[in-house]
């Protein structure tokens, strides 16, 4: 099935550190959602972005819809234990019924 | 209810053997949602419900694969004669209307291991 291109596919930082990860697509989308994973359970919404170039905060989570509305990034800064898990990018065209999903990003972090 | 429920868990089967998923939606979310997730990859779309009709079955790996759902409510996957192929956790997500712009309540999941 079809699914986005994110990077990195997993990535280890230390405590504290920044994060940045990115999604691409082939196709526009109008609305671009961002989830974070944690071991054995389902995946949280974290973030939703409605209009290119928008940009979002929540808490230490920053994400932006790219102007080209075919790419969308999100930053954690000062990243603590708790952000581990796996994050996805997913994308939605209007008229459609579903949402596309990246592979993923598996985040670790180092204490 | 307050979030998605799934169940089992967890299950563990012997290959060749039936086994059945359930998702019970949030109360009053009109479109369900199975998604697919194998060990470190992404998720991979299986079938869609409005109401209780799937528009969109094009996800289902094989015939083996089958869901429906009963009451606008609760849906249920069945994998018949599961192979090792069949191992990954099983994540329904619900929403309260079709293509919402807020995305989809995910559940637990369900970790299928065939052995």
């Known amino acids: 099935g079809q699914q986005l291109n994110q990077s990195p596919q997993s990535m280890f930082i230390q405590e504290g550190e920044d994060v940045s990860m990115n999604c691409t697509s082939s196709?526009?989308?109008?609305?671009w959602l961002w989830y974070k994973q944690d071991p054995g359970e389902g995946p949280v919404l974290l973030i939703a972005l409605y209009k290119a170039g928008e940009l979002t905060s929540n808490g230490r989570l920053t994400a932006q819809f790219g102007i080209t509305r075919k790419d969308s990034f999100l930053n954690i800064s000062a990243s603590i234990p708790s952000d581990v898990g796996i994050y996805f990018c997913a994308g939605h065209l209007r008229g459609t019924y579903k949402y596309i999903f990246g592979t993923g990003t598996r985040l670790k972090v180092l204490a | 209810g307050a979030g998605v429920s799934q169940s089992p868990s967890n299950k563990v089967t012997e290959k060749g053997k039936d086994v059945e998923l359930r998702c019970d939606p949030i109360?009053?979310?009109?479109?369900l949602y199975w998604y697919r997730q194998s060990l470190g990859q992404g998720l991979e779309f299986l079938i869609y419900f409005q109401g209780n009709s799937a528009p969109d079955k094009s996800g289902l790996p094989s015939d083996r694969f089958s869901a429906e759902r009963t009451g606008g409510s609760v849906s249920t996957l069945t994998i018949q004669r599961t192979q090792q192929e069949d191992s990954a956790v099983y994540l329904c997500?619900?929403?309260?209307?079709?293509?919402?712009?807020?995305?989809?309540?995910f559940g637990s999941g369900t970790r299928l291991t065939v052995v």
């Open positions: 997500a619900s929403s309260l209307i079709t293509g919402s712009d807020y995305g989809y309540t």
């Open positions: 109360s009053g979310h009109t479109a």
């Open positions: 196709s526009i989308f109008n609305t």
